[in-house]
């Protein structure tokens, strides 16, 4: 299974990276080991954007931002 990349449609780049050799696949933030869903964890136990940051400094604040931009246009939709 080769790189796959889920990108915004007004950016250039990835907002989420799939790969078999980068933790076995599971949707990770670009260019990091830190799959997303530890940020939704994160948010779900109450803690900040920044408490997720301080623990995982690779991911930055616009990793985050454009993850979650995207998951509120996909739920959003969804609803529709």
């Not at 990108?7 to 050799?21: G, K, N, P, Q």
């Amino acid at each position: 299974m080769g790189l796959q990349l889920i990108r915004l449609e007004h950016m250039s780049t990835a907002v989420v990276s799939t790969a078999s050799d980068i933790m076995g696949g599971t949707p990770v933030f670009p260019g990091t080991r830190v799959p997303v869903q530890t940020l939704l964890d994160y948010i779900e136990a109450g803690d900040t954007i920044d408490d997720f940051l301080i623990g995982f400094p690779s991911v930055t604040r616009e990793h985050v931002v454009a993850f979650l931009e995207r998951a509120a246009t996909l739920a959003v939709h969804e609803a529709a």
